[in-house]
C-alpha cells in the first residue's frame, strides 16, 4: 500500500469512528430525554459541577494545563456518564491526536450553545433555546438541528478553552439578504477530517461535513494561536465565501 494510500485508509477510519462516537453522544441524549418527561439534557453551564450538565464547567480545556483536559472524573460524574456506561473514547475525536502540555485532551466534542441552555451572549438572544424535545419542530427540524459538534483547536488559542457548548456570532439574523456586517463564529467548528467536521442531529443521525472556505481549513497544531482570528471571518453571508457560514447557521438554533 503506497503512502497515499494509507493516509487514506486512516483519515476514514478515523471519519468512521468519529461518526460512531457522535451517535453514541447522540443517543444518550435522546435516552435523556425519554428519561425526564420530554427535557433535554442541560448544557455547560458557566457556574456549577459537572454532575449539572452534560460536560460541566470544569470540562474547559486548554493548550496547557488546565485540569479539564485530563481529568477522568468530570466524564464519570457527568449527567451523560450514566448513558455511556463512563466510556471516555466516546468524546474525542480520534483524529484529535495533538496533546496539550499535561496529555492527551480528553474531549473534541461540544453541544450547540443553545441545546439544553438559554444562553443570551450577543445574537443568542435572538435564538431559540431547546429545553424540551417537543420544542425542536421546524425551522430546523429534528434532522437539521445540530446537537454535538466537532470543536477546533484555534478556541483553545484565542480564548480561555474550549468549554461545553459552542455558539456562532450573528447567526441569527432573520434572513442573509437583512444582514449587516462580516459573518463569523464565535466559536470554531472543527476540521480534523481533511478539512471536514463531525456532527450529530436531534433526530439520532450523525454525518461528517466538508468545509468549502479557507477560513475554516485550520490544521490541528498547538501553534493555533498564530491563526489569530482569521480562522473565524468567512466574509459577506450573501457572496460566494460564505457557503459554510449559511450551511452551519441554518442548522443552528432558529430565530425566536
Given at each position: 500500500m503506497s503512502r497515499k494510500s494509507a493516509s487514506s485508509a486512516k483519515s476514514k477510519a478515523y471519519q468512521t469512528q468519529c461518526v460512531s462516537n457522535l451517535k453514541q453522544l447522540q443517543l444518550g441524549w435522546i435516552v435523556y430525554a425519554g428519561d425526564f418527561n420530554d427535557v433535554l439534557m442541560p448544557n455547560s453551564p458557566s457556574t456549577g459541577g459537572s454532575g449539572l450538565s452534560w460536560c460541566g464547567s470544569a470540562a474547559v480545556e486548554d493548550w496547557g494545563f488546565r485540569d479539564g483536559n485530563t481529568n477522568t472524573m468530570i466524564y464519570q460524574t457527568n449527567l451523560m456518564a450514566g448513558y455511556m456506561s463512563s466510556q471516555l473514547g466516546v468524546y474525542r475525536c480520534p483524529a484529535d491526536i495533538v496533546p496539550s502540555d499535561n496529555g492527551q485532551r480528553i474531549r473534541t466534542y461540544s453541544m450547540q450553545g443553545q441545546i439544553g441552555s438559554t444562553l443570551t451572549y450577543g445574537n443568542q438572544a435572538y435564538a431559540k433555546s431547546y429545553l424540551k424535545m417537543g420544542g425542536i419542530t421546524s425551522d430546523p427540524g429534528p434532522s437539521d438541528l445540530i446537537v454535538f459538534l466537532e470543536e477546533?483547536?484555534?478556541?483553545?488559542?484565542?480564548?480561555?478553552?474550549?468549554?461545553?457548548?459552542?455558539?456562532?456570532?450573528?447567526?441569527?439574523?432573520a434572513t442573509a439578504g437583512t444582514f449587516s456586517g462580516q459573518a463569523s463564529f464565535l466559536d470554531v467548528p472543527g476540521a480534523y477530517h481533511k478539512w471536514s467536521c463531525g456532527f450529530s442531529f436531534a433526530d439520532g443521525h450523525s454525518e461528517i461535513h466538508k468545509w468549502s472556505n479557507a477560513g475554516l481549513k485550520i490544521p490541528v497544531t498547538k501553534n493555533m494561536a498564530s491563526f489569530g482570528l482569521s480562522g473565524l471571518i468567512v466574509g459577506n453571508p450573501t457572496g460566494p465565501t460564505a457557503t459554510d457560514w449559511l450551511w452551519f447557521t441554518s442548522h443552528c438554533a432558529g430565530h425566536k
Open positions: 477546533s483547536g484555534v478556541d483553545l488559542a484565542n480564548s480561555t478553552g474550549i468549554d461545553g457548548w459552542l455558539q456562532v456570532n450573528n447567526a441569527f439574523s
